[in-house]
């Protein structure tokens, strides 16, 4: 998933619009029920975390910054030109590429759900284009609408869970559950910016957190992978290790 900005905002967050440095698991489950046509709020048990495994890797570097927006209040198509009295500036925290003339925001995701037919139909929105991806719904955006967003689809991997402790270079940000110790290797090849983000997993019925619905992650913002000791990853016949967020 790939575009110039983002938005994640933190649900904490009141006067300043606060953003996590990836997209939540929340987030990206609403990206894949949009794709397939589901409704608002309509999703949250077919995407369960006994339902559907999410893992995500930050793949170029990333800050943020922050800036005061300008909001307009809209309730009528006619107000688009700023016509409705209320407008309000609040202070926005964005994700932007290292270099943003020529950087974009680069997330790598691996999605497993145990309905085939669910895989079935995202496979074929993600092949139907040479370049982009096709959609029963919406159009993808990076947390906000306003900051446009695009998928490329990648390959299919077989993996192998592993759920003994094993020291392993994890692609993915990393649950920190799993993690029995970190193995950072300090040399001019291995760079690491660790940040640790309590993020949102799931949602019940009513849009509130579940009992397992929030998870800390340890979160590289430098596009290199995370030397651990975890109890628990996916080896993918590629070779790659990952965790799920959960």
């Not at 929340?26 to 029920?33: C, D, E, R, V």
């Not at 198509?77 to 407008?87: I, L, R, V």
Request: aromatic share 10%; hydrophobic share 35%; glycine share 6%.
């Amino acid at each position: 998933m790939q575009g110039k900005m983002a938005h994640f905002r933190r649900y904490y967050s009141n006067s300043s619009a606060l953003s996590y440095s990836i997209p939540p698991r929340t987030t990206i489950i609403g990206i894949l029920a949009g794709l397939l046509g589901y409704k608002r709020d309509s999703y949250y048990d077919l995407f369960a975390l006994d339902q559907c495994k999410i893992a995500m890797a930050n793949c170029s570097p990333i800050k943020k910054q922050m800036q005061k927006m300008n909001l307009l209040k809209i309730e009528r198509p006619n107000e688009f030109n700023g016509s409705n009295e209320y407008h309000s500036q609040t202070p926005t925290e964005l994700i932007l590429p290292q270099n943003i003339r020529t950087g974009i925001i680069d997330y790598h995701i691996w999605v497993y759900h145990k309905d085939p037919k669910v895989m079935e139909i995202l496979e074929q929105l993600f092949r139907s284009t040479s370049y982009g991806f096709s959609s029963y719904g919406i159009s993808l955006a990076l947390g906000t609408a306003c900051h446009l967003g695009w998928l490329k689809f990648e390959s299919e991997w077989e993996g192998e869970y592993k759920n003994i402790p094993e020291s392993v270079h994890v692609e993915s940000v990393i649950p920190a559950k799993y993690v029995e110790r970190l193995e950072v290797e300090v040399d001019k090849q291995h760079e690491y910016r660790l940040v640790k983000e309590d993020l949102p997993l799931e949602f019940d019925q009513g849009r509130r957190l579940t009992e397992h619905g929030k998870g800390n992650m340890i979160i590289n913002l430098i596009p290199y992978p995370i030397k651990a000791i975890v109890t628990s990853h996916v080896k993918l016949n590629n070779g790659q290790a990952i965790t799920w967020m959960e």
